[in-house]
């Protein structure tokens, strides 16, 4: 069984810079893909960034935030810059037992362990 913590969120006015963390204990995510999705108010869950064989990122970020990985501490961040009052969500990440295409990578479904979320704010 694994466990993810995330941490870093906040409020930031726009343009600023936050960073996630996302801290997995239980088992080693290392070997499978990892994924930040984010849910604004009134809106579904959506994909925001995951890191599998490669990493991949919504058109909405793509530019503004990185993913990446620290396998020693077992340890998943989401960096994000020029931030703007519609990254606004709660921020939550997932790890899936196994890598996953590009495709799969982007689906909910495909991720068997989720965080709990933190609340990214951005004000105008």
């Known amino acids: 069984q694994v466990q993810l913590v995330e941490s870093g969120g906040g409020l930031v006015q726009a343009g600023g810079s936050l960073r996630l963390s996302c801290a997995a204990s239980?088992?080693?995510?290392?070997?499978?893909?990892a994924a930040w999705f984010r849910r604004a108010p009134g809106k579904e869950r959506e994909f925001v960034a995951a890191?599998?064989?490669?990493?991949y990122y919504a058109d909405s970020v793509k530019g503004r935030f990185t993913i990446s990985r620290d396998n020693v501490r077992n340890t998943v961040y989401l960096q994000m810059d020029s931030l703007k009052p519609e990254d606004t969500a709660v921020y939550s990440c997932?790890?899936?037992?196994?890598?996953?295409?590009?495709?799969?990578?982007?689906?909910?479904?495909?991720?068997?362990?989720w965080g709990q979320g933190t609340q990214v704010t951005v004000s105008s």
């Open positions: 997932a790890a899936s037992t196994r890598r996953l295409l590009e495709y799969d990578a982007r689906r909910l479904d495909k991720y068997t362990y």
């Open positions: 239980g088992r080693t995510i290392s070997s499978g893909a």
């Open positions: 890191s599998s064989w490669t990493t």
